[in-house]
């Protein structure tokens, strides 16, 4: 005779999320109070000008597109990362931008020619963008036309 088969274990009600994700919400609530007090700091208790605030808000903005464009390249998660990467490249373009033309230190000429640059490297990042989201895609059809062998 064969012995019975034990019962089956009894489903948990809600199963605990795992030490990977715990760790990761951990870091991304590590970053958001860095990013904010780094932003607030320049905001709020940094005492510079305006149009400086505007520019140290740029080159972070910057930053941490950059950033965030690393973490996306090594993760290929485009939930979060990606998002946020073109967030804060938006934020430090329009900060580089409002600082050029809030600037009354500057002559025309000089803001002319600093939104001209400005201009041109927008334009190379969005080039950029445009072409990587192509090679994406002819890699996405690549791969849905490879047959699965069973």
């Not at 080159?59 to 090594?74: E, H, T």
């Not at 967030?87 to 002559?107: K, R, T």
């Not at 400005?118 to 990587?132: E, G, K, N, Q």
Request: with cysteine; hydrophobic share 55%; aromatic share 14%.
């Amino acid at each position: 005779m064969q012995p019975a088969a034990p019962p089956p274990a009894p489903a948990p009600a809600i199963a605990a999320p795992k030490l990977s994700s715990l760790a990761l919400y951990a870091i991304a609530a590590i970053a958001i109070i860095a990013i904010a007090a780094i932003f607030g700091f320049i905001l709020f208790a940094s005492g510079l000008s305006f149009t400086s605030q505007l520019w140290w808000m740029g080159l972070c903005g910057l930053i941490f597109a950059l950033l965030f464009y690393m973490v996306y390249a090594s993760t290929h998660n485009r939930t979060i990362t990606f998002p946020l990467a073109g967030a804060f490249f938006v934020i430090g373009v329009g900060s580089f931008y409002g600082s050029i033309f809030v600037d009354a230190n500057q002559g025309d000429l000089g803001k002319l020619a600093l939104s001209v640059i400005l201009s041109i490297f927008v334009v190379i990042v969005l080039a950029t963008i445009f072409y990587m989201s192509r090679q994406s895609e002819r890699d996405a059809i690549r791969k849905s036309q490879r047959k699965v062998t069973p």
